[in-house]
């Protein structure tokens, strides 16, 4: 079974300063890789996908992710963060085909922005 | 473009009482269609998801059932709520492998 582990519950980073959010990733075959964003209250947004190819993928709002076979992860970063991205971060993984959509979540990176 | 809409937005509910949460899509046809629960502090589990009129999967044993009676509404209900059903519950569908997710219906049961 694929499982998803987001071993920080909480980072608190100051406005400006860069960002690495963990995520790894346990599944049997070649991953299809997802970083979602979800405001207070809200439904999920994606920010970037990693399906094949170029294992550093860019993302929207100027977030980046890459993806590392060797170590089962799927780092999600970010160079200057600012006030508005603070939000909970969900890293998700699934399988092509048929299986398209039903995909496993971590639990959630809460990221909090200091001005 | 294509947009999916749910409600209620918000919806309190005795224990016992049955409970129907509506997802609609515009702006597409046929697609894949999927539940999604968050309970508070976790991650968002899978529920059930369909493929097509009438055509409904389970991923998880549960007081929950799900329905598709056209091809661009999908809903979730129950007979009887139990306190652990509640949480954050999220209609999306898919295409090209991407989730595009609905605001989402919180409920709370008492």
């Known amino acids: 079974a694929q499982s998803v582990t987001q071993p920080d519950i909480h980072i608190t980073v100051s406005e400006g300063a860069s960002l690495e959010l963990r995520c790894n990733y346990s599944?049997?075959?070649?991953?299809?890789l997802f970083w979602y964003v979800q405001s207070p209250g809200q439904g999920l947004q994606l920010l970037l996908k990693?399906?094949?190819?170029?294992?550093l993928v860019q993302g929207i709002k100027g977030f980046e992710a890459e993806f590392k076979r060797s170590q089962s992860s799927f780092n999600l970063r970010k160079p200057s963060v600012h006030w508005s991205d603070a939000a909970e971060y969900f890293c998700?993984?699934?399988?092509?085909?048929?299986?398209?959509?039903?995909?496993?979540f971590g639990q959630g990176t809460i990221l909090t922005v200091h001005p | 473009s294509q947009t999916i809409h749910q409600w209620p937005a918000t919806l309190v509910q005795p224990v016992g009482s049955p409970l129907s949460l509506e997802c609609t899509v515009e702006?597409?046809?046929?697609?894949?269609l999927y539940w999604y629960r968050q309970a508070a502090g976790r991650g968002l589990q899978l529920l059930f998801y369909?493929?097509?009129?009438?055509?409904i999967s389970s991923e998880v044993p549960q007081n929950l059932s799900a329905s598709r009676p056209q091809d661009r509404q999908f809903i979730l209900s129950s007979k009887k709520l139990l306190l652990s059903d509640s949480g954050f519950y999220l209609c999306?569908?898919?295409?090209?492998?991407?989730?595009?997710f609905g605001e989402g219906s919180r409920l709370t049961v008492l």
């Open positions: 702006g597409t046809s046929n697609p894949n």
């Open positions: 369909s493929v097509g009129i009438g055509q």
């Open positions: 990693y399906f094949s190819g170029d294992t």
């Open positions: 599944y049997g075959a070649t991953p299809y």
């Open positions: 999306a569908w898919n295409m090209a492998g991407e989730l595009f």
């Open positions: 998700a993984v699934g399988a092509g085909g048929t299986s398209y959509g039903k995909l496993t």
